[in-house]
């Protein structure tokens, strides 16, 4: 079965730096997406970011880019110039076609400082 | 993406009664899931549903304890039945239309079981 762990229970960040919240999955697909999702504390989970298995390139939006080691099995996101309203908890999600279930990590806590 | 708007957003309720959600989307989709983040833990699908068939549950969750609805293409609900503390949670609604492999997440209804 496959199983998505997130080893960082919380992290906190500085405002304008940077941080990196790591993911692993484990899965014998090769076929495959990868989420990233942010839930802020309204719980409303916005999705921040996707790649697909086969892409070798890793995805990036805007402040948030991923870095996808697929023999690793490793999904880890880096959010750069951190902000205040980037506090959230943060979930790594799997899902493998033509399934339709995403498969969540325990989540990332992520606090920003001022 | 689509909008989605979950209610009620919040309630309390005694052991032994039932509460339906209801979840409605502002465009037409396809499938439409149902998840329970029980408190402090991540995501977990309770149940796939389609228009026009009987909901598809995840392992653990039964017909009987989460009746889902989907008369149409917008709309669909949860029951949660004969509720026990245990059953204190966010439920959430999530969609996913089209063409599109992403899912999207309504608000979440917070249950609380006295």
């Known amino acids: 079965a496959q199983t998505v762990t997130q080893s960082q229970p919380e992290m906190s960040v500085q405002e304008a730096e940077t941080v990196t919240l790591s993911c692993t999955y484990d899965?014998?697909?090769?076929?495959?997406?990868l989420f990233w999702y942010k839930q802020p504390p309204s719980r409303q989970m916005i999705l921040v970011i996707r790649?697909?298995?086969?892409?070798?390139q890793n995805a990036t939006e805007n402040r948030f880019s991923v870095n996808f080691q697929k023999a690793a099995k490793s999904f880890s996101l880096k959010i750069s110039d951190s902000q205040l309203g980037d506090a959230a908890m943060y979930f790594c999600?799997?899902?493998?076609?033509?399934?339709?279930?995403?498969?969540f990590g325990t989540g990332t806590l992520l606090a920003v400082q001022p | 993406s689509a909008v989605i708007s979950q209610k009620p957003s919040r309630d309390i309720c005694q052991r032994g009664t039932s509460l339906t959600i209801q979840c409605q989307v502002d465009s037409q989709v396809t499938m439409m899931f149902w998840y329970r983040q029980q408190p402090g833990q991540s995501l977990t699908l309770i149940a796939t549903?389609?228009?026009?068939?009987?909901?598809?549950?995840e392992s653990g969750f039964v017909i009987d304890k989460f009746p889902i609805s989907r008369p149409n293409l917008t709309f669909s609900t949860l029951t949660v039945s004969n509720m026990s503390p245990e059953d204190s949670s966010i439920y959430l609604c999530s969609v996913r239309g089209g063409g599109s492999y992403e899912q999207y997440f309504g608000p979440g209804t917070r249950l609380t079981v006295t």
């Open positions: 549903a389609n228009q026009g068939s009987e909901a598809t549950y």
């Open positions: 790649q697909e298995a086969y892409k070798q």
């Open positions: 999600a799997y899902r493998s076609p033509p399934g339709v279930k995403l498969i």
């Open positions: 899965t014998s697909e090769s076929d495959y997406y």
